[in-house]
């Protein structure tokens, strides 16, 4: 299970580190192999890699980064891999962050990064509960067990708070990656990302679902970011990869089936037949009424600037509160604003 924020004890212990990295070296990993060549663009994943990155193997396997002159190189993250500090540090070009808080947290502890763009444009984090004892609304949680994941918690005192509802009045435990304890009768809701069909089979026809995005609090999810020198210095280069990435999601759109043998070929250990049933939704939070109108991958401000102060709201930022510029920018989608319509219309 992705995880929502990136510890921000260890960005406030890696701070001062970063800071002197930042200042004795370049932080740019575009690595140029010549003049009439491709650069070279890493991709650091803040998770293991998932259907989260079907438009860049896509974008891959077509061709279509060597088209844009980008030649990516994608690593995956994990439960121990620091991917904010790496792209940070500069042994990565860019990064993918399952969630926009990680951003805001990094910015907030003065690690130079940036968002530049959102593959998601609705966060699929879910809570779920069964038609005997259904939670579809904020309001339907008095009085009852919440399960979800320990990096999880703040979204759920977010909900609470935006909701009116005080935090004794709900019992929020922990959860693992299984959804046992609904099924138990331990909890009643458990939560995980839409996008996980395959690990909500076990709940079968009696699942309830309330979106997190449903409830007023709206993230981002699969969140492109560079530092503040890649994105100074570079910025076509970004550009060339979001271009590449934005044609693959495009033609993941129309072809879904090969884009899924695609992405089991690139990543054997994921399963096709999970895959295929879980496509329709990964296009589905990659494509909306907003991308039609502003193209794949957009963000805005408002929705940033929302963010940030729930956050601030709920004393989660230990360094200074970051404003709307200190955590995103649209330079990079500006630069790419007709292909990312043209796949989106």
Do not use: C
Not at 120 to 130: C, E, G, I, R, V
Not at 250 to 266: D, I, M
Not at 268 to 283: C, I, M, T, Y
């Amino acid at each position: 299970m992705p995880e929502f924020e990136v510890k921000r004890r260890d960005f406030l212990k890696n701070t001062a580190t970063l800071a002197g990295l930042a200042a004795g070296s370049s932080l740019i990993s575009v690595l140029p192999a010549g003049a009439q060549s491709a650069a070279k663009v890493k991709m650091q994943l803040g998770w293991l890699a998932s259907n989260g990155i079907l438009g860049e193997v896509v974008a891959a396997k077509k061709g279509f980064y060597t088209e844009e002159g980008v030649d990516l190189e994608i690593t995956p993250g994990g439960p121990n891999v620091d991917g904010v500090g790496g792209v940070a540090a500069g042994h990565q070009t860019l990064g993918q962050t399952s969630s926009s808080p990680s951003v805001m947290l990094a910015r907030s502890a003065g690690i130079p990064i940036k968002a530049f763009a959102a593959g998601y444009q609705k966060h699929p984090f879910t809570y779920y509960s069964l038609t005997g004892d259904p939670i579809r609304t904020p309001k339907d949680m008095i009085g009852k067990t919440i399960a979800t994941q320990p990096t999880a918690m703040i979204l759920l005192r977010a909900l609470l708070a935006k909701n009116n509802i005080s935090e004794d009045q709900v019992n929020a435990v922990n959860m693992g990656s299984d959804m046992n304890q609904l099924l138990t009768g331990q909890a009643q809701a458990v939560t995980g990302w839409l996008t996980n069909t395959n690990a909500l089979k076990i709940l079968g026809d009696d699942r309830v679902d309330m979106m997190l995005w449903d409830t007023g609090i709206q993230l981002y999810a699969n969140v492109y970011f560079a530092t503040d020198e890649t994105l100074n210095e570079t910025p076509e280069v970004l550009s060339g990869f979001l271009r590449g990435s934005a044609r693959g999601w495009g033609y993941a759109r129309q072809n879904p089936e090969e884009a899924v043998s695609l992405l089991v070929e690139t990543y054997p250990n994921l399963d096709k037949a999970s895959e295929l049933e879980a496509v329709g939704s990964v296009l589905d939070f990659s494509f909306d009424e907003t991308t039609y109108q502003n193209g794949w991958a957009t963000m805005n401000r408002e929705n940033w600037a929302a963010q940030i102060d729930t956050y601030a709201s709920l004393d989660q930022f230990k360094g200074t509160v970051p404003t709307v510029d200190d955590v995103m920018t649209t330079a990079i989608l500006d630069a790419t604003t007709g292909i990312r319509k043209e796949v989106a219309g």
